[in-house]
């Protein structure tokens, strides 16, 4: 071989070994994303089905009900427009409440009942993640609107 034409024989090598390297890269990556949905998401089918993601809101007023077994919690996240039920074994962070954010990593079984397996809580009184915010806003602000078009009169055209 020609020097030159071991040079390329190196250099179309490398571009394959880089080329695997990134593909390995991107598919660890792409199996260990856990994507964020808000509970109007998993209502409307936005989130994946069969695979972990992680849904955030607030914890429903009086939804927290416990098993006997002192580990398995029942409760209901909200982003004020739409209600998740969820299941969780283990043990809860202490600023778990009512009323108080939280974010839940796990699957959606069938029923729609979300089985967690993480039960992260919010850490300060003024901090929220900024797009648990964003999506309680927007809840809110559909919800307003919604109240604001029920209570608009019936517009009726004039008779000529």
Request: hydrophobic residues 40%; glycine residues 10%.
């Given at each position: 071989?020609?020097?030159?034409q071991k040079?390329?024989m190196i250099?179309?090598?490398?571009?394959?070994?880089l080329?695997?390297?990134?593909?390995?890269?991107?598919?660890?990556l792409?199996?260990?994303?856990?994507l964020y949905f808000?509970?109007t998401?998993v209502f409307?089918?936005?989130?994946?089905q069969?695979?972990?993601?992680?849904?955030?809101?607030?914890v429903?007023?009086?939804?927290?009900?416990r098993?006997s077994?002192?580990l398995?919690?029942?409760?209901?996240?909200?982003?004020?427009?739409?209600v998740?039920?969820v299941?969780?074994k283990?043990?809860?962070?202490d600023?778990?409440k009512?009323?108080k954010?939280?974010?839940?990593?796990?699957?959606?079984?069938?029923?729609?009942?979300?089985r967690a397996?993480e039960v992260?809580?919010?850490?300060d009184?003024?901090?929220v993640?900024p797009?648990?915010?964003?999506?309680?806003?927007?809840a809110?602000?559909?919800?307003?609107?919604g109240?604001?078009?029920?209570?608009?009169?019936?517009?009726?055209?004039?008779?000529?």
């Amino acid at each position: 071989m020609k020097p030159r034409q071991k040079k390329t024989m190196i250099i179309l090598g490398a571009l394959a070994i880089l080329g695997t390297a990134v593909g390995l890269v991107m598919y660890a990556l792409t199996s260990n994303i856990s994507l964020y949905f808000t509970p109007t998401q998993v209502f409307n089918n936005e989130a994946p089905q069969g695979r972990g993601f992680r849904v955030g809101g607030l914890v429903e007023e009086g939804s927290i009900k416990r098993q006997s077994d002192g580990l398995t919690v029942h409760f209901n996240i909200t982003d004020t427009a739409k209600v998740i039920p969820v299941v969780y074994k283990g043990f809860l962070p202490d600023l778990f409440k009512e009323g108080k954010g939280v974010v839940v990593h796990g699957k959606i079984e069938s029923g729609g009942v979300f089985r967690a397996d993480e039960v992260l809580a919010k850490h300060d009184e003024n901090y929220v993640a900024p797009e648990a915010a964003f999506a309680l806003k927007q809840a809110e602000l559909l919800r307003q609107a919604g109240k604001a078009a029920e209570k608009m009169p019936a517009i009726v055209e004039p008779k000529e």
